[in-house]
Structure formats: structure tokens, C-alpha cells
């Protein structure tokens, strides 16, 4: 299943800069190991934000929950999702 994820981001001001630097290698190292493994398709930023908009490929809903849930920045992030279907117009064979 297809999802779109957006994902906004929100570091406490006082959170001191060595550990928010931390947690965002723990997130790219986390998010560049799914997106090996081909369960995160996309990611991009959103231009002007500190929230990025992301397709996952995934079982179920219940595999994006664990996913999203693991996420070093869970805990400081506001997350949308959005089940996505194939498109009659779509011409890529992946979109499913
Ligand atoms: O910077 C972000 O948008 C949050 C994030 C998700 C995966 C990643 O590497 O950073």
C-alpha cells in the first residue's frame, strides 16, 4: 500500500544543539535505511518549512504505524497521512 506522509517538525527551542543534532543523524540514518529497503519511496522537503512530504510502500497500515512510530523525531513531529490509490491515468506500473 501506498501512503503520503507529511511531516512537520517542531525542535523545542531549548533543547540543546548537540542533542537535536543527535536525534536528526539518528533520523537520516533511520529514514536512508528505509528508503534502502524501498518502504520509503520519496522524500522532499517542503519549500520554506521544516516539514518534508513522503510516500511510503508499505504492507498495511499497521506496518506505517511502526514505521512512523520508530521515527527519532517522533516525539517532536506533527504527521499527516493520506492512503493513496492507483490513478486511472497513471502509466507507471509501481503506483499500486
Ligand atoms: O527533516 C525532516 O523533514 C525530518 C526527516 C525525516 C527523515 C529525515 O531524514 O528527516
Known amino acids: 500500500m501506498l ?4 511531516m512537520t517538525v517542531n525542535i523545542p527551542p531549548d533543547m540543546p544543539v ?4 543527535e536525534i536528526k543523524a539518528k533520523e537520516k540514518a533511520y529514514s536512508q535505511a528505509l528508503q534502502q529497503e524501498g518502504k520509503w519511496r520519496h522524500i522532499w522537503r517542503v519549500a520554506g518549512l521544516y516539514s518534508n512530504v513522503s510516500i511510503f510502500d508499505v504492507k498495511d497500515a499497521d506496518e506505517l ?9 517522533y516525539p ?7 492512503a493513496l490509490c492507483r ?5 507507471r506500473n509501481d503506483d499500486k
Do not use: C, R, W
Open 3 to 6: 501512503f503520503k506522509v507529511e
Open 76 to 82: 517532536y513531529m506533527d504527521i499527516q497521512v493520506d
Open 65 to 73: 504505524h511502526e514505521i512512523l512510530m520508530g521515527l527519532p523525531l
Open 87 to 91: 490513478h486511472p491515468s497513471s502509466i
Open 18 to 21: 548537540t542533542t537535536a543534532t
